[in-house]
């Protein structure tokens, strides 16, 4: 079993929708990081949360360190956003390294 | 104000070939790092350096070299390529200590097929 699961793998939705992907872990934490992939391949941090939630324009991250789980909604969601979202952790004994989810492939339709 | 450019961005090989994937970046960034992305799995850290002149070990080495001369360069080196070795493969720099992704530069990537 993954340490980071991320569900759905892939989702396809209407532009406009609110859409939600979650991050399941199994260990503990200092902190969580969303990433957003391009198509073309490049990689953009979202967030880092350690507790709590943050916003972002239309997109939305919490936390729930007791249950080891996590969400990021996207508002008002618009072909832009469809891209592969990436969930990664770092636990509280690792240095540089993080342990990364396989990603939520998104697709926002027109 | 390039940031980090990894090149090829894509390339072939035969199975025992070897080549250099090249990264560079012009950030004055102390910390780079070489991921590879399979599909169905989470990016995994290959080798990674903290400064010129030290390198370390990630959690998927095998197969893989790497120097720092330099700050700004830092190629990873296929020694013998095996299909195992097909990939995305990408680079990453941030400031020293700034173990957070938000000070962290990705690299557009680099698709290698290992036939």
């Known amino acids: 079993k993954n340490e980071v699961e991320q569900s759905p793998q892939n989702l396809t939705a209407q532009e406009g929708e609110f859409i939600t992907i979650n991050c399941s872990y199994s260990v503990g934490i200092s902190a969580l990081h969303w990433l957003q992939q391009h198509p073309g391949g490049g990689i953009v941090s979202l967030f880092m949360?350690?507790?709590?939630?943050k916003k972002h324009g239309r997109l939305i991250a919490t936390i729930n360190i007791q249950e080891k789980h996590s969400s990021l909604h996207i508002t008002a969601s618009h072909p832009r956003d469809s891209a592969v979202y990436i969930c990664?952790?770092?636990?509280?004994?690792?240095?540089?390294?993080?342990?990364w989810g396989a990603g939520t492939k998104l697709i926002i339709k027109p | 104000n390039a940031g980090v450019t990894q090149t090829p961005k894509f390339q072939v090989l035969k199975t025992g070939q070897s080549m250099t994937l090249q990264c560079a970046q012009d950030?004055?960034?102390?910390?780079m790092s070489w991921y590879r992305q399979d599909p169905g799995m989470g990016l995994r850290l290959i080798h990674y350096?903290?400064?010129?002149?030290?390198?370390d070990q990630g959690e998927v080495p095998n197969g893989y070299n790497v120097s720092r001369s330099t700050t700004e360069d830092f190629p990873l080196r296929l020694l013998s390529a095996a299909p195992s070795q097909t990939s995305v493969y990408f680079c990453?720099?941030?400031?020293?200590?700034?173990?957070?992704?938000?000070?962290?530069?990705f690299g557009s990537g680099t698709r290698l097929t290992v036939v």
């Open positions: 990664a952790v770092r636990g509280y004994d690792s240095n540089y390294q993080l342990i």
């Open positions: 990453a720099s941030s400031y020293s200590g700034t173990v957070s992704l938000l000070g962290y530069t």
């Open positions: 949360l350690s507790s709590g939630k």
């Open positions: 350096s903290v400064g010129a002149g030290i390198t």
């Open positions: 950030m004055n960034h102390e910390y």
